[in-house]
């Protein structure tokens, strides 16, 4: 409880004062339009899942030159399965430096960019079997790229498509037995919406389902499988460009990586976001 206490505070305090328009992405997608050449963007982002499983990251986006942008963040994800896979308890450990780069390459509607980045894996990221303690390991980063379209006036309703490709392992190595399949490289089509309907108040959702690989934890098998990742809820806008949304998720995360990963079963959790542009 109290890392996202943290998170939370940590956005309170270090992010001043400014002027600068809001995020137009959605929970899970980016938007194709990048920020102007010298602002900057910071939010945290905090998903609770059932059983005290949570997710959580620090995040800040900055514009350069004319339609360049660039992100860098701090991501940890730490879950215990509020129901046994395949008659055990599955508990998996994440931390990832965040970083990525978009560029524009039409800033007219429909404005489109091009995505690429990674989640770098900090220190050892294990899913384990909790009955029997054995683990396995993601190897190393996990990249990934997209396309996003924005479509409409970004000051009004936005709809948001985002073809994808993420790099995860395809064979994940175990201290206790052979390799096992992992999610393999993942072809994701996403599509979101943002929809002002009162005041400062805008309603965001999207979906991302995979087209090719999988990306997500069958809860009677233990094998890999494909869920769709969604997310819906309200975003509200508040002086001094202060952005802060409640919204339900069954992503686990707002990196490229993680929006990709669905979770089993469809579970879903509380997501609550806090921003600041300047």
Do not use: C
Not at 7 to 17: C, E, Q, R, Y
Not at 30 to 54: H, I, K, Q, W
Not at 217 to 241: H, K, P, Q, Y
């Amino acid at each position: 409880m109290w890392r996202k206490t943290v998170v939370l505070a940590v956005s309170a305090t270090v992010l001043v004062a400014g002027a600068v328009s809001a995020q137009t992405g959605t929970w899970n997608l980016p938007s194709a339009t990048t920020l102007e050449d010298g602002s900057t963007e910071g939010y945290s982002d905090v998903r609770f899942f059932e059983d005290d499983n949570e997710t959580w990251g620090v995040f800040l986006r900055g514009g350069f030159d004319d339609n360049g942008e660039a992100s860098f963040g701090y991501f940890d994800w730490e879950t215990t399965g509020e129901d046994p896979i395949n008659g055990a308890v599955r508990q998996s450990n994440f931390d990832a430096v965040v970083a990525d780069v978009k560029w524009q390459l039409k800033e007219t509607s429909p404005r489109v960019a091009v995505r690429a980045g990674a989640d770098l894996k900090v220190g050892s990221a294990r899913g384990t079997n909790t009955a029997t303690g054995a683990s396995a390991y993601l190897n190393g980063a996990i990249p990934s790229a997209s396309l996003p379209v924005e479509f409409g006036n970004p000051d009004g309703t936005l709809l948001i498509l985002e073809p994808k490709i993420v790099w995860f392992d395809t064979q994940m190595v175990t201290d206790a037995g052979p390799p096992i399949e992992g999610f393999g490289t993942v072809v994701m089509i996403g599509g979101g919406v943002r929809y002002p309907f009162s005041g400062n108040l805008t309603f965001v959702a999207d979906a991302a389902y995979p087209v090719d690989g999988s990306n997500s934890i069958d809860d009677a098998t233990n094998a890999v499988t494909e869920e769709l990742a969604w997310s819906a809820g309200v975003d509200a806008e508040f002086g001094r460009d202060w952005t802060a949304g409640v919204f339900a998720s069954t992503a686990a995360g707002p990196t490229p990586a993680t929006s990709a990963i669905a979770t089993p079963d469809q579970a879903i959790g509380l997501g609550v976001r806090v921003g600041k542009a300047w």
